[in-house]
């Protein structure tokens, strides 16, 4: 009988939400009004901070899982003020729930542990076997600007995605809350906010409150029915060299969308229009050389199809997870509710050229 993913997704959400914990202490101690991007910025600590307590629950309870990771710590051999900063934070956080923290392995022993662990996310990914992705801050600078921001943690199998989760904190815990203008800055990790996506192929998309210890209840969620594809709202980047944001203006108005597009950072975009907050995203291709990194569409795509929606490239092929660290064989993103994604998907051809 074939794994029904329980332990992978609990795992998952649990070393999310612990990853989640340290980000925010990050953002409250180092980051707010910080826009540095030098060595030692907030999102440099943030960044392999998560990612290291990430590694250390996969290894923990999967020890023979390989991992594409984002960060690798030759940098943080060298110095050693940023790694002792890492460090203090990694093994200052954790669960309030002891049994939860258990699950995810307990506290790293020591700082050369922590590197050893934060090294393990070399694998080169690939075709075959099990394979988890890790983004441990996806979108930079919406978490120095105190917007969207999501930590996000995927398991491919054979190159298809199993299990997604995504911790967003900045977003709002109530799935009907509809996607505001200023989503994208000047948002806050107060009461209210802070979710966690997941989906494991085949049973479904849920959101449930980020927390502290273990893990809140979960409930289903899924894509809004668009009756009316001119009341439709579609996300996109916020920095215009993600995605060409003339070409999705074309295309919102060939589809006689007239609500602006809400512009915000982070795979927080697929777990908003999987819930039915937004309807459309796009990521249209900026350069004919670009390859986008596996790690920072597995959860959201594995999500947002199990809410209801398709996902694919602008040719109109699946994103391909097994070729690899990035999405080689693919050119940008299309996701919409399955019924009108053709429809999405032809006006956006139309414009790229492609037909």
């Given at each position: ?28 101690e ?88 934060i ?16 983004d ?8 120095l600007r ?46 209210g ?47 215009a ?15 006689g ?36 990194k596996i ?9 947002v ?21 990035t ?9 919409a509710?399955?019924?009108v994604?053709g ?13």
């Amino acid at each position: 009988m074939a794994s029904n993913y329980l332990k992978e997704l609990e795992v998952a959400l649990l070393a999310v939400q612990r990853a989640v914990r340290l980000t925010k202490r990050v953002f409250h101690e180092k980051a707010k009004g910080t826009v540095s991007k030098d060595d030692k910025s907030p999102v440099t600590i943030g960044d392999f901070g998560a990612q290291a307590l990430i590694i250390s629950a996969l290894k923990a309870n999967f020890p023979h899982d390989e991992i594409v990771a984002e960060e690798e710590p030759a940098q943080l051999r060298e110095d050693a003020a940023l790694r002792d900063q890492i460090w203090e934070l990694v093994r200052n956080t954790k669960l309030d729930d002891a049994a939860a923290e258990g699950l995810l392995g307990g506290s790293i022993p020591d700082v050369d542990a922590m590197l050893d662990l934060i090294d393990k996310g070399n694998s080169k990914g690939g075709p075959r076997g099990r394979i988890w992705t890790i983004d441990p801050i996806d979108g930079t600078k919406g978490f120095l600007r105190g917007g969207q921001y999501a930590v996000c943690l995927a398991l491919l199998e054979d190159g298809q995605v199993k299990v997604g989760v995504l911790g967003c904190p900045n977003l709002p815990v109530d799935d009907s809350a509809p996607l505001t203008a200023d989503i994208g800055a000047n948002q806050s990790d107060d009461e209210g906010r802070g979710v966690l996506f997941s989906a494991v192929e085949g049973q479904g998309a849920m959101s449930r409150p980020l927390g502290t210890g273990g893990l809140s209840e979960g409930k289903t969620i899924s894509m809004k029915p668009i009756t009316n594809m001119s009341d439709a709202s579609f996300c996109e980047s916020v920095e215009a060299g993600h995605s060409n944001q003339s070409e999705s203006a074309q295309i919102a108005q060939k589809l006689g969308i007239t609500n602006p597009s809400v512009r915000m950072d982070s795979q927080a975009k697929y777990g908003s229009i999987a819930r039915g907050a937004g309807d459309i995203y796009l990521r249209l291709p900026t350069s004919k050389t670009y390859q986008e990194k596996i790690w920072d569409h597995a959860a959201g795509d594995l999500i947002v199809r199990e809410a209801g929606g398709q996902v694919t490239d602008t040719k109109g092929a699946r994103l391909d997870f097994s070729v690899g660290r990035t999405l080689a064989s693919n050119s940008g993103v299309v996701a919409a509710p399955a019924v009108v994604h053709g429809q999405v998907l032809d006006v956006v051809q139309q414009v790229l050229g492609l037909k």
